[in-house]
Nanobody, 123 residues
Framework: QVQLVESGGGSVHAGGSLSVSCAAS????????LGWFRQAPGKEREFVAA????????YYSHSVQGRFTISRDNAKRTVDLKMNNLTPEDTAVYYCASSAKGVAGEESFYDSWGQGTQVTVSS
């Protein structure tokens, strides 16, 4: 089992940038795919981005492609999400998740979740 703890986030005006980070621990933390999901108020949780265990493969949702960048450092056991050109529609709680089944956009692939961190973008 992988344990995940998110940090970062906060508030920013539209057009600004923020980063969120996730620290992974556990025996298999360096060998699982890691992903970010988000849930806005009144909406279902949705996929944002994912990265393979090696960092060589990344996958983004269409809504963030070109604006967000996911990266990982297996030595530090962290995964970061750099978010640029943010819009109010990016406001959500952002969750880190791990997948032993590889990179995917479906929640069912992910078996461990963090507690979430808030990102708020004002217009």
């Amino acid at each position: 089992q992988v344990q995940l703890v998110e940090s970062g986030g906060g508030s920013v005006h539209a057009g600004g940038s923020l980063s969120v980070s996730c620290a992974a621990s556990g025996r298999t933390a360096s060998s699982v795919a890691l992903g970010w999901f988000r849930q806005a108020p009144g909406k279902e949780r949705e996929f944002v981005a994912a990265i393979s265990w090696s960092g060589g493969g990344t996958y983004y949702s269409h809504s963030v492609q070109g604006r967000f960048t996911i990266s990982r450092d297996n030595a530090k056991r962290t995964v970061d999400l750099k978010m640029n050109n943010l819009t109010p529609e990016d406001t959500a709680v952002y969750y880190c998740a791990s997948s032993a089944k590889g990179v995917a956009g479906e929640e069912s692939f992910y078996d461990s979740w963090g507690q979430g961190t808030q990102v708020t973008v004002s217009s």
